[in-house]
T-cell receptor
Framework: DAGITQSPRYKITETGRQVTLMCHQT?????MFWYRQDLGHGLRLIYY???????DKGEVPDGYVVSRSKTENFPLTLESATRSQTSVYFC??????????FGPGTRLLVL | GESVGLHLPTLSVQEGDNSIINCAYS??????FIWYKQESGKGPQFIID?????DKRQGQRVTVLLNKTVKHLSLQIAATQPGDSAVYFC???????????FGTGTKLQVIP
């Protein structure tokens, strides 16, 4: 039972490069979410998706792009990485609008 | 309790003692709450939830208490074990479920 997985787990990149973080869930959950976690802040929502081909902005969407062509995948792309995007990124999924199950996270460092 | 400062509040507890972690939520319209546990280097893990029509809910070694009057949520862990060492944070859900708010968390350190 794989649940929800993220890749890569660690990533170092340079300012201006494009980076894609992958998220895959095996539960067929309708909802998927991307959060970033920074010291001093609670989890902040970047984007979410209610179903395949439906995505919406969250609290901090600037600089990020998402897609959801398949229910089980929800990749997050940083089109031109900036140092302020250094963070830990968590993907989550849920069957409804309540309990969210989180992946293990991707630690991203932008130099 | 939780803080929006740069450093997480820390609760140090002797192994075997009970732990109480607090969370003050902001939205009086929130009617569903979750406690998450996050171990170092891992993603948040669901522990227990409670709806606003309840004041108390018990799980295995954990109890969540909800005081809607003062907008306060607490997580009680009985007979705290070293494996309970983690950051704990609450999540509050408004009735329309449009925006979930996550707390910054409290770090629980269990002293063997």
């Amino acid at each position: 039972d794989a649940g929800i997985t993220q890749s890569p787990r660690y990533k170092i990149t340079e300012t201006g490069r494009q980076v894609t973080l992958m998220c895959h869930q095996t539960w067929s959950h309708s909802y998927m979410f991307w959060y970033r976690q920074d010291l001093g802040h609670g989890l902040r929502l970047i984007y979410y998706s209610a179903a395949a081909d439906i995505t919406d902005k969250g609290e901090v969407p600037d600089g990020y792009v998402v897609s959801r062509s398949k229910t089980e995948n929800f990749p997050l792309t940083l089109e031109s990485a900036t140092r302020s995007q250094t963070s830990v990124y968590f993907c989550a999924s849920s069957s409804g609008k309540e309990t969210q199950y989180f992946g293990p996270g991707t630690r991203l460092l932008v130099l | 309790g939780e803080s929006v400062g740069l450093h997480l509040p820390t609760l140090s507890v002797q192994e075997g003692d009970n732990s109480i972690i607090n969370c003050a939520y902001s939205n009086s319209a929130s009617d569903y709450f979750i406690w998450y546990k996050q171990e170092s280097g891992k993603g948040p893990q669901f522990i227990i939830d409670i709806r606003s029509n309840m004041d108390k809910r018990q799980g295995q070694r954990v109890t969540v208490l909800l005081n809607k009057t003062v907008k306060h949520l607490s997580l009680q862990i009985a007979a705290t074990q070293p494996g309970d060492s983690a950051v704990y944070f609450c999540a509050e859900f408004p009735r329309d479920r449009q925006k979930v708010t996550f707390g910054t968390g409290t770090k629980l350190q269990v002293i063997p």
